[in-house]
């Protein structure tokens, strides 16, 4: 690019030069015609002292800028330098805002020239990044950042990524980049006058393809690599194979390999269960390598029968981590070609088709405007279409929305199916013989609603722990606020100039006779007679939930049982609206329904325009029948699920849900999957409590008798890596107050951090206790030099909240519920582990205290039947989280005494590998913890 860019970055005082924050250090990097011409940086004297937390996080201190110019010594030379420039900067508007600040300050006027946001930009063009940090993208394209917050450093870091995010742009096919420039008007930065000239350029040029890409009805999309499916020759499909044989196989994917007894025991078990059909369950301690474990033998046995074997996972990680770094193993391995494919619900895919008539509408706001430059970026480069891939904003998951591929109607336009990518995925796992997918979809296959799977008999169910909790969730119901305002909204009173609006438009193009049908003006009222009442509905839900709910100090999340037998004044008018938002819903489907048979029967052709309004109707009327359906079966219907509410004190309103699940699954597991499969592997590292799997077994309705029942021990050496200790100088949980619990646990994690440098998870049961925790550390002051990270109060996805505790020495991280399993910190960024308390469900929780009543009812011992093995297995999870490979080392603490003070206390302890127990006071505990760490 022949253009003159100038890269800057400053370090400041603060964010707000109009609150009197100011500049302590310059840096700009000049690019002319592609290349680094020029570098200026210098300190500057803000006239303040420098905050602690800046001098912390720059290492600029005031000692070092008091003999430094001020900002107006060197305003020549920033002027001269921007003299003609694009003004590039990671977080434009930031740096723009403080020099603006000081050049008026300095009595010049502020740069009005062009600027260029590289975290805009960024975005745009790698659209499926983790993040878009500077030090994310920096490790992104290997460039050397050794010195962030320092603004020559990050200058000089920014400058070499918008290099590559030039050279990114330009490499797009002219198509792509005519579309982004027509799109690019709505950004924060000029990007539109930079992209003219990269088209204009091409143009002259004449562009050729590059050869993966190819134009596709007015879109440049990534071409379709179709695999040959290659002949198999029987030879290499023998199984069950030898020791040696397996040993021989293996290695060639390991430059290291190590045998693994254990993850061979497992093959054999897994090809034998499918091989003489039978349910089974294998616990696998950490370490087994339970993938390769299951992988290996299905791979010869979906070959060697010429069938297909499904392969659920409860999360997106695992399923991420199977594709791109297990199937790659697998296929480096055998003595075979495999064919594997990740199938997910239809609405995670793209409709190409919907994307391209609304890629051009007018009015859209920033997010949409992006998250569509985005996508057209994608297309490049995706072969799957999977909304996953792409890192959206929320405003862009709006967006989705609205492009997502869904049953169709009307857009059905042939030609767009070749390119369909949902359709692309369904016909890759008919061909497939390892298809992954999640608990859900697999679920889906038992109500066969045209299920997206194909037809399957042998399963393998990883992370099988959480299938009882996906079934419940899976036969149930839930009702939500902002899903329930949402829906109606799009709909919208007419002169919101939404759905109803467009319907009406359309009907208006169409002669229809007189009187047949409501006015506009009639259903309009419908609808705002809807919107009253679903306000009514969810303000009659929270006053209900108040009401039941005896307030506990402290406590903002509230989860209160709704049972047919509850009496009383708010009970009756919760169930009197609920039933008048379902007449109300009702009357609005009959009456968009009858305006749809109007158009129907008009012959008159329709435009591609219209055809898609009517589809969204479509959409629209199946959605509301959906949201009837659920409100009667959780308010009006008696049924014998268990309802109850969940909202938050403070916002009652926007966070309410209502839910609706069966107490036990056990049941419609056993008649709608066991017994319609063939065979049914459930693995994970925690199945069995007190090495039994009698808990697992009733939860999810398999027969003992019929079940093979196997546990593998983890390889490690437990007693040599990990020490447990149990403080005796704490009080017992449930004979004080949770303030006082919480001062005396703060008091304990402050010594302990202090020993151990961080490095420590902190696993929580109760939201509430976790924030007060956090809240008293950080008002104690004692561990200002720690970074303290809290699941609910520091920003960010679990993942991401993770990888910020591994990236800093001295950090502590405070997670509750998704923390206890998952969560994956090998080697020494996690030392200690601390079990705050025991992880029994609050007995007053609503699936709990039904699922006990049940048991009572049916002459059981609640405690030990269901929350005594419930709390041992989340437990076991906890535990698991410590060592994940076998070097690591590392502390457990467990502040809740009931392990050591109660009968049953044993029992988790039981569960668990046999590891050495210490209890004693937290200081001679810490002396132990120094000299063992």
């Known amino acids: 690019m022949s253009n003159k860019f100038v890269v800057i970055d400053l370090e400041t005082t603060g964010n707000v030069p109009k609150k009197g924050d100011k500049i302590i250090q310059f840096a700009a990097v000049v690019i002319e015609n592609g290349i680094i011409t020029d570098k200026f940086s210098a300190l500057i004297n803000p006239q303040k002292s420098i905050p602690a937390f800046i001098e912390e996080l720059t290492g600029i201190n005031d000692e070092m800028v008091k003999d430094a110019p001020v900002f107006a010594e060197i305003t020549a030379k920033v002027i001269d330098l921007l003299d003609g420039a694009y003004f590039v900067a990671h977080n434009v508007l930031f740096d723009l805002s403080f020099l603006q600040e000081e050049l008026i300050q300095a009595g010049l006027e502020g740069f009005y020239g062009p600027v260029l946001d590289t975290v805009e930009l960024a975005r745009i063009l790698y659209p499926t990044a983790d993040g878009y940090k500077l030090s994310d993208l920096a490790e992104k394209e290997n460039l050397k950042h050794d010195r962030p917050h320092q603004a020559d450093s990050d200058a000089q870091v920014t400058a070499e990524l918008f290099l590559i995010l030039l050279k990114r742009l330009s490499s797009l096919p002219l198509l792509t980049i005519k579309q982004l420039t027509q799109l690019s008007g709505g950004l924060k930065s000029d990007l539109e006058q930079l992209l003219d000239e990269i088209v204009a350029e091409t143009d002259r040029k004449r562009e050729e393809l590059p050869d993966h890409i190819e134009i596709y009805k007015k879109v440049a999309l990534k071409k379709i690599t179709v695999a040959e499916n290659e002949h198999v020759v029987d030879i290499n499909l023998k199984y069950p194979l030898s020791e040696e044989e397996k040993v021989e196989i293996v290695k060639q994917g390991f430059q290291s390999f190590e045998k693994r007894s254990g993850q061979f025991k497992m093959m054999d078990i897994v090809y034998q269960s499918f091989q003489n059909n039978k349910h089974t369950l294998i616990e696998a301690g950490t370490g087994v390598g339970k993938s390769l474990g299951y992988l290996l033998p299905i791979a010869f046995f979906a070959k060697q029968?010429?069938?297909k074997v499904i392969v659920?996972?409860?999360?997106?990680?695992?399923?991420?981590?199977l594709l791109k770094k297990e199937i790659p193993l697998l296929e480096k391995i055998l003595p075979f070609k495999i064919n594997s494919v990740l199938l997910k619900g239809r609405s995670h895919y793209l409709s190409?088709?919907?994307?391209?008539l609304t890629l051009m509408d007018e009015n859209d706001n920033y997010d949409t405007t992006l998250t569509k430059m985005q996508i057209l970026v994608w297309l490049t480069e995706t072969e799957t279409g999977d909304k996953d891939e792409l890192n959206l904003s929320s405003g862009g998951l709006i967006y989705w929305n609205k492009v997502k591929n869904e049953p169709t109607v009307f857009l059905q336009?042939?030609?767009w199916q070749e390119r369909d990518f949902y359709l692309k995925a369904k016909i890759k796992a008919q061909a497939a013989e390892i298809v992954i997918t999640n608990h859900s979809l697999l679920l889906s296959d038992i109500k066969g609603e045209g299920s997206i799977l194909p037809s399957f008999d042998y399963v393998i169910l990883d992370e099988g722990h959480h299938l009882e909790k996906v079934a419940s969730q899976f036969f149930g119901h839930s009702l939500d606020y902002l899903t329930t305002r949402l829906l109606i909204n799009q709909f919208g009173q007419y002169e919101q100039k939404q759905l109803f609006y467009e319907m009406e438009q359309l009907l208006a193009s169409i002669p229809v006779q007189e009187g047949k049908q409501l006015q506009t003006i009639e259903m309009n009222q419908m609808v705002l007679d809807l919107m009253y009442e679903m306000d009514e509905l969810f303000k009659l839900i929270a006053l209900f939930a108040k009401m039941k709910f005896t307030n506990k100090k402290g406590f903002n999340r509230v989860k209160v049982r709704f049972t047919h037998s509850d009496n009383g004044k708010e009970r009756n008018a919760l169930v009197h609206s609920a039933e008048r938002f379902a007449f109300l819903l009702k009357d609005l489907y009959s009456a968009i329904n009858h305006?749809?048979?109007w158009?129907?029967?008009?012959?008159?052709?329709?435009?591609?325009?219209?055809?898609?309004i009517i589809e969204e109707i479509h959409l629209f009327v199946n959605d509301l029948g959906e949201l009837r359906n659920t409100v009667i079966n959780c308010f009006i219907k008696e049924t014998k699920q268990v309802k109850w509410i969940e909202m938050d004190i403070r916002a009652p309103q926007n966070v309410t849900t209502i839910l609706a699940q069966p107490a036990f699954v056990a049941d419609q597991l056993k008649e709608q999957f066991f017994q319609m499969k063939k065979a049914v592997v459930i693995t994970s590292a925690t199945l069995t409590v007190n090495h039994s799997f009698h808990y697992i077994m009733k939860e999810i309705g398999l027969d003992a008798d019929t079940t093979v029942q196997q546990t593998i021990s983890s390889p490690f050496e437990y007693k040599n890596q990990v020490q447990l200790f149990i403080p005796e100088d704490l009080p017992e949980i449930n004979t004080v107050t949770l303030d006082e619990y919480v001062i005396a646990i703060t008091e304990h994690i402050i010594t302990i951090a202090e020993a151990t440098k961080g490095r420590m998870l902190l696993l929580f049961t109760a939201y509430d206790m976790l924030k007060k925790t956090y809240e008293l550390i950080k008002e104690s002051g004692f561990l200002n030099e720690y970074v303290l990270i809290a699941q609910g109060i520091t920003s960010g996805s679990r993942t991401r909240l993770t990888r910020n505790f591994q990236r800093y020495?001295?950090?502590?991280?405070?997670g509750t519920s998704s923390f206890w399993e998952g969560v994956d910190i090998p080697g020494e960024d996690l030392s200690c582990l601390v079990i705050v308390r025991l992880p029994f469900?609050?007995?007053?929780?609503?699936?709990?205290?039904?699922?006990?009543?049940?048991?009572?009812?049916?002459g059981g011992n609640a405690f030990s039947e269901y929350s005594l093995p419930e709390a041992i297995l989340r437990f076991k999870q906890g535990f698991g989280r410590l060592i994940r490979t076998e070097t690591d080392r590392g502390i457990m603490i467990v502040f809740d005494r009931r392990i050591v003070t109660t009968k049953y206390g044993k029992a988790f302890l039981k569960s668990i590998p046999p590891i050495p127990v210490k209890k004693g006071r937290i200081d001679e505990l810490v002396d132990i913890i120094h000299s063992w760490l």
């Open 305 to 307: 029968n010429r069938l």
């Open 312 to 321: 659920s996972t409860h999360t997106i990680q695992l399923q991420e981590q």
């Open 352 to 356: 190409l088709e919907k994307f391209l």
């Open 413 to 415: 336009d042939q030609e």
């Open 595 to 597: 305006r749809l048979e």
């Open 599 to 612: 158009i129907k029967k008009e012959k008159k052709p329709l435009s591609i325009a219209q055809e898609k």
């Open 809 to 814: 020495d001295k950090a502590i991280l405070l």
């Open 841 to 858: 469900s609050p007995p007053e929780e609503p699936l709990t205290e039904a699922k006990c009543q049940l048991i009572m009812q049916q």
